[in-house]
């Protein structure tokens, strides 16, 4: 089936730093990408999508300049953090429509784990 | 706007006994629904989707939900909880999978009690 490879799996990184994940469609292509972050024993929320070659769409309340999002080809999304604060420390992941031509399903990476020290 | 609501939190249940998570959904147009389970720190696995096929669906592990228009649930079931079973697990919808994001429920913890 449809593989999402998210990494890094974990990151720690000090407060003023940028840091940049990845979601990698293996063996399908992702014009869509979902990202979603996950406090700790919370639902995941919706921060943005993006498709690729076009810009992403934010929901309201996401900063868009902290959260960088570029989708620049059919197998690559990267959510980059910017001058990550402790308030950013959690879980993001990414999720991608499978491309199954009855488009009833969707794919999810592992997860990044964000520690801002 | 669709959203789901999972009824209860947490929900303990013993080793051997019946697993029942509870998902109301609410939406204007047919829904596609989904139960996930997260272990922690990980990614979501899906268990069983529907996309208006058969009303029971069956997934994986052993689970399996019913969808039920008139009461607007797609519950989750599993006659005979295992200690691995113990997760959180999401139900999620979409009003059109691959063009919209899912929308998730807020999650239920199983415990499994030996």
């Known amino acids: 089936g449809a593989v999402v490879s998210q990494h890094p799996s974990w990151v720690i990184c000090k407060s003023g730093t940028s840091v940049k994940i990845e979601c990698r469609s293996l063996?399908?292509?992702?014009?869509?990408m979902f990202w979603y972050r996950q406090f700790p024993k919370q639902s995941l929320m919706l921060m943005a999508t993006?498709?690729?070659?076009?810009?992403?769409?934010?929901e309201q309340g996401v900063e868009k300049d902290k959260f960088l999002i570029n989708h620049a080809s059919l197998t690559l999304s990267t959510l980059t953090v910017t001058s990550a604060h402790p308030e950013d420390s959690s879980f993001y992941i990414c999720?991608?429509?499978?491309?199954?031509?009855?488009?009833?399903?969707?794919?999810f990476g592992s997860g990044t784990r964000l520690t801002v020290v | 706007a669709q959203s789901v609501t999972q009824l209860g939190s947490h929900v303990s249940v013993s080793e051997g006994a019946l697993v029942l998570l509870r998902c109301n959904y609410s939406?204007?147009?047919?829904?596609?629904l989904f139960w996930y389970v997260q272990y922690p720190n990980q990614g979501l696995q899906l268990l069983l989707k529907?996309?208006?096929?058969?009303?029971l669906v069956k997934g994986i592990n052993g689970f399996e939900a019913e969808f039920k228009k008139s009461e607007t649930s797609f519950h989750l079931t599993k006659p005979s909880a295992h200690m691995s079973d113990a997760a959180e697990y999401f139900c999620?919808?979409?009003?059109?999978?691959?063009?919209?994001?899912?929308?998730f429920g807020k999650g239920t913890r199983l415990s499994v009690i030996a």
């Open positions: 939406s204007s147009v047919p829904p596609y």
């Open positions: 999720s991608a429509p499978e491309e199954t031509g009855r488009l009833d399903g969707y794919t």
């Open positions: 063996d399908f292509q992702a014009t869509t």
């Open positions: 993006s498709n690729e070659g076009s810009k992403a769409t934010y």
């Open positions: 529907y996309t208006s096929a058969a009303t």
């Open positions: 999620a919808v979409s009003d059109y999978p691959g063009n919209t994001p899912l929308v």
